[in-house]
């Protein structure tokens, strides 16, 4: 079976907790620039790949103000059961990405957020999306920068690999696999679609505390359930500590993180 850490696989209450304290923190803020990058507009067809609770797809339909048809699509039915809650107008699919339930050339844009680094299968799942999007349609998919540049989340790794060792190292590999933009840009062409555009921004990533930034990366992903409460405990004060240059306004955290956005045209 593939590793859960490495695929961002979670119980329905991390899920919870993922929805109520992870995205707004960092994901809502990226999701509104995918879904510009990807030109979406009122009447088109778009579909979101691993979409988690749901973010990107909610951003889309609000964008297309009820006309056109979104859907989500995810592995993990904790994250699903989140998104369907909140949003039953859109459809939402247990599917794997490299295996999409969808016949060739269904949407106008497919979108995918901060996923394509957690697939064992990278450029079948960027094939996919190639053969569900329309001819001329629009693949757009955002991943995070390399771990050395991001300052914020690169102390607080540090912070979590003196304890953990490779315990950490597995989804923080996992996470900042696609930093590099040549790399990224071989996988697209490896699957057939064309990159029309790339860009790198730097968003902020806010918590209440230093506390409550270490202990979501830790309750909000799948990091959380393979230690012990002694174990959390010495995490979660080192990674505290590593916050330190972080916090502004006597307590809240504003951390930097560098992201790219890549969009490609699907085959004619
Ligand atoms: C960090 S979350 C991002 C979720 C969402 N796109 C967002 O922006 O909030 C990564 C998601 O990828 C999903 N995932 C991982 N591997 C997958 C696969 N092979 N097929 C479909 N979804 C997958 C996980 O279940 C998880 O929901």
Do not use: K
Request: hydrophobic content about 45%; some cysteine.
């Amino acid at each position: 079976m593939t590793d859960p850490t490495q695929t961002f696989q979670l119980s329905v209450e991390a899920a919870e907790a993922y929805e109520a304290r992870f995205v707004p923190a960092l994901f809502a803020e990226w999701a509104p620039y995918l879904v510009e990058a990807a030109g979406v507009a009122p009447g088109q067809t778009v579909l979101d790949v691993a979409c988690g609770t749901g973010v990107v797809a909610r951003t889309a339909a609000d964008r297309m103000g009820g006309r056109g048809r979104v859907a989500g699509v995810d592995l993990n039915e904790g994250m699903l059961a989140v998104a369907g809650r909140l949003r039953p107008d859109i459809e939402w699919h247990r599917a794997d990405a490299a295996e999409l339930p969808f016949p060739d050339r269904s949407f106008d844009a497919v979108l995918c957020q901060s996923a394509l680094m957690f697939f064992p299968e990278r450029v079948r799942a960027l094939g996919e999306m190639a053969r569900v999007a329309a001819a001329g349609g629009t693949v757009a998919v955002q991943v995070w920068d390399r771990l050395e540049a991001q300052a914020g989340y690169g102390a607080m790794y540090d912070a979590f690999a003196r304890h953990l060792g490779p315990e950490a190292a597995d989804l923080d590999g996992a996470y900042w696999a696609l930093g590099d933009l040549e790399l990224l840009g071989s996988l697209f062409e490896a699957a057939g679609l064309h990159v029309t555009g790339t860009r790198t921004r730097v968003g902020t990533v806010r918590f209440g505390s230093a506390e409550e930034a270490v202990a979501t990366e830790l309750d909000a992903t799948p990091l959380g359930a393979r230690i012990d409460q002694e174990t959390r405990r010495r995490v979660l004060a080192a990674g505290v500590q590593a916050m330190g240059p972080f916090v502004v306004d006597g307590g809240r955290v504003e951390l930097p993180i560098r992201g790219h956005l890549v969009t490609a045209v699907a085959p004619g």
